[in-house]
Nanobody, 124 residues
Framework: RVQLVESGGGSVQAGGSLRLSCVAS????????MGWFRQAPDKTPEGVAR????????NYADSVKGRFTISRDSNKNTLYLQMNTLQPEDTAMYYC?????????????????WGQGTQVTVSS
């Protein structure tokens, strides 16, 4: 089993930046992919980004391409999401997730393990 703990959320003004972190513990060698998913009140939940642990290849939602960067440090068992040029529509609870096998479906909200989430609020 894998445990995920997110941190780094907060409140920023539009145009600002935040970096989210997700520390994984437990059977981390069993993960095929990791990623970020977000959910805001009265909005459709959205997959944000995912990374494959075998080759660090990445995929992003169109809404965050060019602004967000997903990365990981395998030595620290930590996943990151660097968020730049934040906009009010980025306001949401951000969840870290991990998948055990292909295909990686985190971008459609399917993961084997989930964190508790960290809140990001962007004001205009």
């Amino acid at each position: 089993r894998v445990q995920l703990v997110e941190s780094g959320g907060g409140s920023v003004q539009a145009g600002g930046s935040l970096r989210l972190s997700c520390v994984a513990s437990g059977d981390t060698h069993s993960t095929y992919c990791m990623g970020w998913f977000r959910q805001a009140p009265d909005k459709t939940p959205e997959g944000v980004a995912r990374i494959l642990t075998a080759d660090d290849s990445t995929n992003y939602a169109d809404s965050v391409k060019g602004r967000f960067t997903i990365s990981r440090d395998s030595n620290k068992n930590t996943l990151y999401l660097q968020m730049n040029t934040l906009q009010p529509e980025d306001t949401a609870m951000y969840y870290c997730a991990a998948g055990r096998r292909a295909p990686c479906e985190i971008l459609i909200g399917r993961g084997d393990y989930w964190g508790q989430g960290t809140q990001v609020t962007v004001s205009s």
